[in-house]
């Protein structure tokens, strides 16, 4: 029975990929130092069924800081999503935190990993890495050029991991997600925040014309993607994790209101640095080298969220 690390266990992508592995009858350390850029209660929340799952392990820890030789020899594969994730917080003195949260907690992760004999290390990319997106879905090979210094730090945890690889077998794969939603999405993020604006009867803040748009992927198959990944991913490649339903917002926020039965009242504010105004991913890499099939459609997808939201509101 395979033992895996979780990185980042308590947040959204990192618990539900933690289910699906302990689904599958798999053993979990999950880590996590409970971040600030979020409320601790929610990261809590997330770990609530897993606690009492069978086969879950969980350490509070933070890798920038904490010895990591113990955790990563007791496992057959390490699943590294623990990063600060938010773009738009990413200019300014808050740099400080992605270099310590994502790049020095990866270079050390990886430190660790030298010399052991693991499936894969899978590191949790962005396509944010890409900047804006080209005409046409983007290939791994485009040229990336971030625009938010979220993006260039989550591209530097992806060089490391290449050169790990290179120079010491670690068998890292990247995986560039592209928007992911669902159930135990971020509170910063745009979905949970419209649709709990629109259960609240609040008008939502929509950034620029809404014309904006991106390949959104449900967090479950994300997760299965990282499943994937470990068990069929080539050492030292990138895939794009992509869900493979592009919307602008502007038809999102039309589709939430179907959803909630209501039209969502819209405050429209400047576009925010570090934006990018399309993604589009091209996934053909991913199905044929890991056999990756995202299954959500994105009204199924929205529709669990926002049960999911009503739930939490109502308690
Ligand atoms: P999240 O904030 O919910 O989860 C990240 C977790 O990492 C948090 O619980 C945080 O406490 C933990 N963490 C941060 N620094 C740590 C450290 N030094 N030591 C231990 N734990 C630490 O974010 P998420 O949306 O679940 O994202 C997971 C991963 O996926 C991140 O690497 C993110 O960059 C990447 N990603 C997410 C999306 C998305 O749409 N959600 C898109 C692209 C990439």
Not at 2 to 24: K, N, Y
Not at 117 to 140: M, N
């Amino acid at each position: 029975m395979d033992r895996f690390l979780v990185t980042g266990a308590a947040g959204f992508i990192g618990s539900h990929l933690c289910e699906r592995l302990l689904g599958d009858g798999a053993r979990v350390v999950g880590v996590d130092r409970f971040s600030t850029f979020y409320e601790r209660e929610d990261k809590e929340a997330n770990l609530q069924a897993l606690r009492d799952t069978d086969g879950f392990d969980f350490i509070e820890m933070d890798l920038s800081k904490d010895s990591l030789e113990e955790i990563v020899s007791k496992v057959d594969g390490v699943f590294h999503l623990a990063a600060q994730a938010g773009v738009r917080d990413s200019w300014g003195k808050a740099f400080s935190v992605y270099l310590d949260d994502n790049s020095l907690a990866t270079q050390r992760l990886l430190e660790a990993c030298r010399d052991r004999k693991h499936k894969a290390f899978v590191y949790a990319s962005s396509s944010s890495i890409y900047g804006d997106a080209l005409e046409g879905p983007t290939k791994e090979e485009a040229v990336p050029r971030p625009v938010s210094p979220y993006g260039v730090s989550k591209l530097a945890g992806e060089h490391l991991c290449y050169l790990y690889y290179r120079n010491f077998g670690v068998r890292t794969v990247s995986l560039r997600y592209f928007t992911v939603y669902g159930p135990r999405q971020r509170p910063d993020m745009a979905f949970r925040r419209f649709l709990t604006a629109g259960i609240e009867g609040k008008p939502i803040s929509v950034y620029g014309d809404g014309e904006q748009s991106r390949d959104f992927t449900f967090v479950g198959d994300a997760a299965e993607g990282n499943y994937q990944a470990m068990m069929k991913g080539k050492a030292g490649s990138v895939y794009n994790i992509g869900g493979g339903h592009r919307a602008t917002l502007n038809e999102v926020i039309s589709l939430m209101g179907e959803i909630q039965g209501a039209p969502l009242e819209e405050i429209r504010e400047d576009v925010q640095k570090g934006d990018v105004r399309h993604t589009w991913a091209d996934t053909s890499l991913a199905r044929a080298e890991i056999g990756f099939q995202p299954k959500t459609k994105l009204s199924e997808g929205l529709k669990a969220e926002h049960e999911w939201l009503l739930g939490r509101i109502k308690r």
